[in-house]
């Protein structure tokens, strides 16, 4: 028999790991902030969101794709973005069996990475310090 102490134990437990492992996530991508890959991928992602959205946040997914992309231009070429900027949209498509349906599956894998470069690009004035 379990006691409400047990289960309150286990409740913590349970929190503790979950609050560690979403820090060390959004460490891991800590890493790539300011990284042309990231720009580019963002870039991607955000180009096809505006089109599987609703149209009240096509603005803000279009800006950010613009964004993105002119830092990854900014950081290795023209040239070199516009391949990446194609691989990465290649993969997306992949990644979503090529159905605007299924485009949560590009939410879940780059929606949280994303945020930062998406806030950013619509609130340019609230950015204290980028690590670009």
């Given at each position: 028999m379990v006691t409400m102490r047990g289960?309150?134990?286990q409740l913590n437990k349970a929190i503790s790991l979950t609050s560690m492992l979403l820090v060390l996530g959004v460490s891991s991508h800590a890493d790539e902030r300011g990284s042309p890959e990231l720009a580019?991928?963002?870039s991607a992602y955000f180009f096809m969101a505006a089109n599987a959205k609703s149209m009240d946040e096509f603005n803000d997914y279009y800006a950010g794709g613009e964004y993105a992309?002119?830092?990854a231009v900014k950081l290795i070429g023209e040239t070199a973005a516009l391949e990446k900027f194609n691989a990465a949209t290649s993969e997306i498509n992949e990644l979503i069996d090529r159905k605007w349906i299924d485009f949560d599956k590009a939410d879940e894998?780059?929606?949280v990475i994303c945020a930062d470069v998406l806030r950013e690009a619509n609130n340019p004035d609230t950015v204290v310090a980028s690590p670009r």
């Amino acid at each position: 028999m379990v006691t409400m102490r047990g289960k309150a134990k286990q409740l913590n437990k349970a929190i503790s790991l979950t609050s560690m492992l979403l820090v060390l996530g959004v460490s891991s991508h800590a890493d790539e902030r300011g990284s042309p890959e990231l720009a580019v991928r963002c870039s991607a992602y955000f180009f096809m969101a505006a089109n599987a959205k609703s149209m009240d946040e096509f603005n803000d997914y279009y800006a950010g794709g613009e964004y993105a992309y002119n830092d990854a231009v900014k950081l290795i070429g023209e040239t070199a973005a516009l391949e990446k900027f194609n691989a990465a949209t290649s993969e997306i498509n992949e990644l979503i069996d090529r159905k605007w349906i299924d485009f949560d599956k590009a939410d879940e894998r780059y929606g949280v990475i994303c945020a930062d470069v998406l806030r950013e690009a619509n609130n340019p004035d609230t950015v204290v310090a980028s690590p670009r």
